[in-house]
Nanobody
C-alpha cells in the first residue's frame, strides 16, 4: 500500500537548520508531483513547497522562499526539505504529500497521498 513516512523534525533555535526527509513506497514516485505542507496549531494546513517529476521545477510559498530548498531523489524514492534560517513562525507539523499530475498545486485538496507528519519546533 502507499506509504509516505516523514523524518527529521525536532526542536531547533531560531536561525538554525533542519533537514526533513520523506520516504515513499507503494506508488511510482518518479511520476508523481511531490510537496511539503505544514500545519501550525489552530491554523489550516498550508503549502510550503512542491517539485515536478518531469523537470524538477520547484515552487515555494513566499514565506519560505530563499530559506527552504526542496529536492527529490527518484532512485531512492525520497523527498527532502532543507530548512535554513528558521524562525518561530515555521513551527508546525510538516507533511509530505504526493499528487498524480504534471503540475504542482498549492491546495491541499489536489494531493492524493499524505504522510503522518513530523513536528518542527523553532524556539526564539
Amino acid at each position: 500500500q502507499v506509504q509516505l513516512v516523514e523524518s527529521g523534525g525536532g526542536l531547533v533555535q531560531a536561525g538554525g537548520s533542519l533537514r526533513l526527509s520523506c520516504s515513499a513506497s507503494g506508488f511510482t514516485f518518479s511520476r508523481f508531483i511531490m510537496g511539503w505542507f505544514r500545519q501550525a496549531p489552530g491554523k489550516e494546513r498550508e503549502f510550503v513547497s512542491g517539485i515536478r517529476w518531469t523537470d524538477n521545477r520547484t515552487m515555494y510559498a513566499d514565506s519560505v522562499k530563499g530559506r527552504f530548498t526542496i529536492a527529490r531523489d527518484n532512485a531512492k524514492n525520497t523527498l527532502t526539505l532543507q530548512m535554513n534560517s528558521l524562525i518561530p513562525e515555521d513551527t508546525a507539523v510538516y507533511y509530505c504529500a504526493a499528487r498524480n499530475s504534471y503540475y504542482v498545486r498549492n491546495d491541499v485538496e489536489s494531493y492524493d497521498y499524505w504522510g503522518q507528519g513530523t513536528q518542527v519546533t523553532v524556539s526564539s
